[in-house]
Every structure is written in structure tokens, then in C-alpha cells.
């Protein structure tokens, strides 16, 4: 049998294409006829079936299609429908894929009041009984005995690291690259500790915009501690400056013409 369908494979497609009435029939049946369209194509299922397509005149619908699939037990053999369905076609508006809700909150979305738990899975934290692989937090967990239930993992801390890099503190920022020094050199910088202390430290310059912020060792701003602004007081000054924007101006030959009658008598 599956042979002889192989050899009859020509002759059944060619039969499943042509049915294209049979499958704008059942469509009709679906729904309002005028709410199928022009027939838009048809698409090879598998040996014994295909897939007509028209276009969907639904409201709402712009770029889907009706979807038919018939198919037919063999050569000679009646086409019959197997399914009707509205299907998206490569130009139609559909919804937006699924985000899953933990996943749609965005930096800046949590509220007062508002309470986000953190996955149990989280790759950004590991529990704090494990080796953190950052020295400086292990040797406060050896001195205290007990530590926090979780601590940053390297991941966490290396997400961490590139955001605040890539932010508004980092050296990329526009205030940055107008500095006139970085904040590694600048006197209200706190480094962080761990291993993170050579990169970031925290802003304490109250008439800094980052006062308070984590910034990065290349971050500065205008208010950098070692900052010096010449004071001088050789500026020229010119000794008398004319307005002469508003003086009369008479020209030389009206007056030499007035003064000629008096100076021949
Ligand atoms: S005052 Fe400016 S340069 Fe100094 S630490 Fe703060 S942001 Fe950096």
C-alpha cells in the first residue's frame, strides 16, 4: 500500500489541489461566508493530505487565513475534510508572546507596600553555607559563625557589576566623559567591599548626582575633591571704553563749508 501510494504521489497531490471548493465549502460551514476569502494557496501536509488556505475577512482577522486540510486514502479515492481553522499567515497581527508575570516587572516597578519574592532558583544567589567564592565574604562567615541564609554568587555579582557599569554611574555616562577626573582619584569615594571593592564604591558628595549611588572607579563628576579652579585677577581692562553707538556723526565737508564765510571775513 505505502508503495503504491509512494508511485501515486503525483496523481493524489494533484487531486488533493484541486479540491479546493470541497475546502472553501467547509470553511463556509465554519462561519459567515462572506467571512471567507479569495483562495491564498495550498501547502503539501504529507503524502495523502494538504492544506488549503483563504483568506480570513474577519473583523479583527487581518492577515489570518482559513486553514483546510483534506486528504484522501489513496488515488481514485474520495477527498474528504479533516479539519477547519483560522490560522495566523506571515503578515498578520497576533498577540505578543507569553511572558511569564515574574518576568514582565521591570526596575522601578516596585511600589511601597509592594512584595516581589526572589525565585528559589535564583542564579544570582547561592546559599551562604557554600563556598561564595568571594574572599572577603567567606572570611566575615568564618568570623561570625553564621552567615546570611544567602549570599550574591559570582553570577549575581557579575550582573550586578555589568549593569551598574552600563548605568547612569558608569564611564560610558554623559556626565562621566565631561569629568574632569574619575572617581578612583576622588576623595568622597567609598569602595565597596569583596570583590567588587577595585570597580565600585559608593558616592558620598552630597552635590554630586550620585551621592548615595554605587558608581564605578571610571565614573566622575564636576564635583571631583581634587578639583582646583584658577583665580586670577590679570584681566585686562581697557582704560576708557567709547559708546559710539549713539554719538551724531557730521561729515568733515558740511563742516568746513560752515566755517568758510566767517573765515573770510
Ligand atoms: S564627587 Fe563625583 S568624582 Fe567624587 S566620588 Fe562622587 S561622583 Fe565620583
Not at 19 to 26: I, L, S
Request: with cysteine; hydrophobic share 40%; glycine share 10%.
Amino acid at each position: 500500500m505505502t508503495l503504491l501510494l509512494t508511485l501515486d504521489d503525483g496523481s493524489i497531490q494533484r487531486s488533493l489541489a484541486e479540491a479546493v471548493e470541497t475546502a472553501r465549502a467547509a470553511a463556509v460551514e465554519e462561519t459567515d461566508p462572506a467571512q471567507v476569502g479569495a483562495h491564498a494557496g495550498v501547502e503539501r501536509e504529507d503524502a495523502v493530505s494538504a492544506t488549503h488556505l483563504f483568506e480570513a475577512e474577519v473583523p479583527g482577522y487581518r492577515g489570518w487565513h482559513w486553514s483546510v486540510t483534506v486528504a484522501t486514502a489513496g488515488p481514485g479515492e474520495p477527498v474528504t475534510v479533516s479539519e477547519v481553522v483560522l490560522r495566523p499567515g506571515p503578515d498578520a497581527r497576533v498577540a505578543p508572546k507569553w511572558v511569564p508575570w515574574e518576568r514582565r516587572v521591570r526596575p522601578g516597578d516596585l511600589g511601597v507596600g509592594d512584595i516581589f519574592p526572589t525565585d528559589s532558583d535564583d542564579p544570582r544567589l547561592a546559599p551562604a553555607y557554600l563556598a561564595s567564592d568571594d574572599p572577603a565574604v567567606e572570611e566575615v562567615a568564618r568570623d561570625v559563625g553564621l552567615g546570611r541564609v544567602h549570599v550574591l554568587s559570582r553570577y549575581g555579582r557579575e550582573d550586578a557589576a555589568s549593569r551598574w557599569r552600563a548605568g547612569e554611574f558608569g564611564p560610558r555616562s554623559d556626565m562621566a566623559r565631561s569629568a574632569p577626573d574619575v572617581c578612583g582619584t576622588c576623595g568622597f569615594f567609598l569602595p565597596v567591599a569583596g570583590s567588587m571593592r577595585g570597580a565600585f564604591g559608593v558616592c558620598a558628595n552630597d552635590i554630586s548626582p550620585a551621592d548615595g549611588h554605587a558608581v564605578n572607579v571610571e565614573y566622575g563628576c564636576g564635583a571631583h575633591s581634587e578639583i582646583e579652579v584658577e583665580v586670577s585677577s590679570s584681566i585686562p581692562v581697557a582704560e576708557l571704553v567709547y559708546d559710539d553707538s549713539l554719538l551724531d556723526m557730521e561729515p568733515v565737508e558740511e563742516l568746513e563749508r560752515a566755517s568758510e564765510p566767517a573765515a573770510r571775513a
